[in-house]
C-alpha cells in the first residue's frame, strides 16, 4: 500500500524562501553590509562573505557557528551584544541593535554596527526553523571620527576654561548668552553660570544700554566664540 501526499503548498513556500533570500543577500551585496543568518535551533550561523571579508578573512574560513562570532567580539563588548540579542529574542527588546567591536586578522579591532529582525513568512508567522536574519555595517571611520571629536571638545574645553581672558560664547540669532569661562564670570561680577544662562547680553553692561556705540566698544573687548 502506498499513500500520495501534496507537497506542492510546501514547495511553493520553499521556491518563494529561497528566491526572497537571493534578493535580500544580492541587495545587501550592494549596500556593502556583512549578513548573517542564525539558527537558534542548530545554533548554526551562516556568515556571508562580504561579513568575513569586513574582518580580513577569505570565505572558505571559519566554522558556521556562534563560537565564531564570540572569538572575534572584544570581551568587553561580548557580554552587552548577547544580553540585546537575548533582550530581543525573549521579547523584551522590539529590536537587535548593538555596537561593538572585532578583531580583524591584521590584528586591529574594527567597529560593527549589527541588527537582525526574527524571520517570518508572508502572513507574519515565525519560520520553522526559528531564525534571526541580520547585517553588520563597518562604523570604524565613524567612530574614529567621534572620538577625534570629543578629544577636540577636550582639548577646546581645557583651553576655554583655563583662560585668563574673559571668554564668552554668544548664540547671533537672536542674540543670546551661550555660556562663558571663570575670567568672564568675574570679571562681570557674575556668582556661576546658572545666573550667567539667565542674563542678557545689554544686562552686562547695565550703564551703557543707552549707548549702542560704547557697548558695541565693550563687546569687542571680549572673545566671543561662534
Same mark, same amino acid.
Given at each position: ?5 501534496? !507537497?506542492?503548498?510546501?514547495? *511553493?513556500?520553499? &521556491? %518563494? ?6 534578493? $535580500? @543577500? ?83 579591532? !574594527?567597529?560593527?554596527?549589527? *541588527?537582525?529582525? &526574527? %524571520? ?6 515565525? $519560520? @520553522? ?98
Amino acid at each position: 500500500q502506498c499513500s500520495i501526499r501534496d !507537497i506542492t503548498e510546501q514547495k *511553493r513556500i520553499e &521556491l %518563494a524562501l529561497r528566491c526572497s533570500e537571493e534578493r $535580500l @543577500s544580492h541587495a545587501f551585496q550592494a549596500a556593502n553590509d556583512g549578513l548573517w543568518d542564525f539558527n537558534l535551533e542548530t545554533q548554526t550561523v551562516y556568515y556571508s562573505p562580504r561579513w568575513k571579508e569586513m574582518l580580513g578573512y577569505d570565505p572558505d574560513e571559519f566554522t558556521s557557528d556562534l563560537d565564531t562570532w564570540t572569538m572575534l567580539v572584544h570581551p568587553e563588548d561580548r557580554e552587552k551584544a548577547l544580553a540585546l540579542l537575548n533582550g530581543y529574542l525573549e521579547g523584551r527588546l522590539d529590536t537587535y541593535r548593538a555596537e561593538f567591536r572585532m578583531h580583524h586578522k591584521e590584528g586591529h579591532w !574594527i567597529y560593527i554596527l549589527s *541588527r537582525g529582525i &526574527l %524571520a517570518h513568512d508572508s502572513q507574519g508567522r515565525p $519560520l @520553522s526553523p526559528r531564525r534571526i536574519i541580520g547585517t553588520h555595517l563597518d562604523i570604524t571611520e565613524q567612530k574614529q571620527a567621534e572620538n577625534q571629536l570629543r578629544e577636540s571638545e577636550a582639548r577646546y574645553r581645557t583651553l576655554f576654561e583655563g583662560s585668563y581672558d574673559a571668554m564668552i560664547i554668544f548664540r547671533a540669532n537672536p542674540l543670546k548668552l551661550v555660556t562663558c569661562n571663570s575670567a568672564a564670570l568675574e570679571m562681570f561680577g557674575v556668582p556661576d553660570l546658572e545666573t550667567f544662562a539667565l542674563l542678557e547680553p545689554l544686562d552686562l553692561f547695565p550703564e551703557k544700554q543707552n549707548d549702542q556705540a560704547l557697548l558695541q566698544d565693550k563687546l569687542q573687548q571680549v572673545t566671543e566664540l561662534a
